[in-house]
């Protein structure tokens, strides 16, 4: 089992940064994905952004070019680096990790946008 506990969500202006923290309760050395997605009020959960144990990224179209994951094994946390932040990136954003056995997703942390 693994808890994962999001932080850095907050509110700020279209064209701000915001830092995302995910911390795992247990070492993320070896597994393989690691994940942030997002939900919007009244819209499904989308993945945002995934790194995989060996660092290949893979971002949502919609954040290529201004967010950037990252992994930090030494101290069991992954990040999600928000640049040129817009109003529509609004939503509540989940860290989750997946290996063999079962998945885990964190407790949410809201982002909010203004214009």
């Known amino acids: 089992q693994v808890q994962l506990v999001e932080s850095g969500g907050g509110l700020v202006q279209a064209g701000g940064s915001l830092r995302l923290s995910c911390a795992a309760s247990r070492s993320i050395f070896n597994i393989n994905t690691m994940a942030w997605y997002r939900q919007a009020p009244g819209k499904q959960r989308e993945l945002v952004a995934l790194?995989?144990?060996?660092?290949?990224?893979n971002y949502a179209e919609s954040v290529k070019g201004r967010f950037t994951i990252s992994r930090d094994n030494a101290v069991n946390t992954v990040y999600l680096q928000m640049n040129s932040l817009k109003p529509e990136d609004t939503a509540v954003y989940y860290c989750?990790?997946?290996?063999?056995?079962?998945?885990?997703w964190g407790q949410g942390t809201q982002v909010t946008v203004s214009s």
């Open positions: 790194i995989t144990s060996g660092g290949t990224t």
């Open positions: 989750y990790s997946r290996d063999t056995g079962p998945s885990y």
